[in-house]
């Protein structure tokens, strides 16, 4: 029963932070994000192949360049939005990349 309790406990304490974390209001950057790299990127591997571009990721106080891929779209005539960093008072936050 004990074990029960401390794991239904757990259970909770995890839910909650994660109701806590996913509250939390987008990561400012407060320094300016770099111009995106030109990508070559070639024919697709396959014909519905749908090219998501790169993008410069805030990472450890350094940009980083996460390079673009290529992936599937998940309905036959999906979008993809392509994410960018916004202007938000002295810094700058990622909205991220979707499909429509």
Do not use: N
Request: proline share 14%.
């Amino acid at each position: 029963m004990r074990k029960k309790i401390i794991f239904i406990g757990l259970l909770i304490l995890i839910c909650l932070s994660e109701v806590l974390l996913l509250g939390c209001g987008p990561k400012v950057v407060y320094v300016r994000p770099p111009e995106p790299r030109v990508e070559v990127y070639g024919t697709p591997p396959y014909p519905e192949a749908v090219w998501i571009p790169g993008y410069w990721r805030y990472k450890r106080d350094a940009w980083v360049w996460i390079p673009g891929h290529w992936e599937r779209r998940p309905q036959p005539h999906s979008l993809w939005v392509p994410g960018h960093w916004e202007p938000r008072g002295q810094g700058w936050v990622w909205i991220p990349g979707h499909w429509r």
